[in-house]
């Protein structure tokens, strides 16, 4: 299961798996169901809205903000784009269902109460039920006859759910949200300019000055609507741009520390050790090679 599926939950109430800024290889499916909660993609900060549809490739640094004050219903599909792809290349000659993650990186689709929503419902229950048997069935198992209906289900389901996604990605958009305050659109400005510019040297005085801006009122700014430090955001994007070249690309942990802004190797080692309990030569022997895959 660990190679296909790694998570698959239909309207979890108020357990949080990750509160922080995260990113993994998977692609996932995330449907809003009930409450108050931001969600940050990359540079985007969206107000979430009952059946609102999440659809991103999860290398993107992501994190949901959900309130404490009202319950926090979602459902979440995540799998591996590696596992399903080649059914939609060779089997169906459909790669373009994989676009909404690829092309686009993330899709926000503002549903309401659109005619598809309840199929999404279904096939993401179906889907959740059969990651359900497969689990209990065990890995170990998976070549039984049992294991393998079970995950010819789940794939035809996803099939399903992807099929729906790609047309609804096609003319469903939310850019840029249109009512946020000043405060969240300065704080726009600042994860943009540090998504552009976290290789670089940097110190929040530095940052500051490149925007302009008082260090202390960004400080400040940045907090409040990202509940993450200025300096913590840009380790994140370090810690994010360092796992994809570990997994993706050929370079040494000399290059790619360097490349993504750690100020030596061997503190690149001890953060990425801290943040993710492997050092990054241990993290890469546990990843399958990616190398010219597309």
Known sequence: MDNWITDAFYKK??????????SHTEFEIYRFHEGDCRYIIGNKIYYLQPGDIVVMNGLTLHRAF?????PYVRSVVSFSSEWIKPSLCKDLNLPELLEPFTKMDHVLLRMGDHEWLKTIDFLMIDIEKTKQNCDRIGHANCGSLTYRMHEGKFKMSLIQLLMIIYDLSQSYF???????????????QIKKWIDQNYAKPLSLESIAVSLAISRSYMAALFKEVTDL????????CRLNAARYM??????????????????SVSHFSRYFKKKLGK????????????????
């Open 229 to 236: 430090s200025v300096m913590e955001y840009v380790m994140h």
């Open 174 to 188: 939310l850019s840029d949200c249109d009512d946020c305050s000043e405060k969240e659109h300065r704080a726009f």
């Open 66 to 70: 959900p309130s404490a004050e009202s």
């Open 246 to 263: 570990l997994e993706m690309e050929n370079k040494t942990i000399f290059d790619i520390s360097v490349n993504v802004g750690f100020e």
């Open 279 to 294: 050092t990054p030569t241990e993290y890469r022997k546990l990843i399958p090679k990616k190398l010219g895959q597309i």
């Open 13 to 22: 109430r108020n357990e949080f798996s990750n509160s922080d800024f995260h």
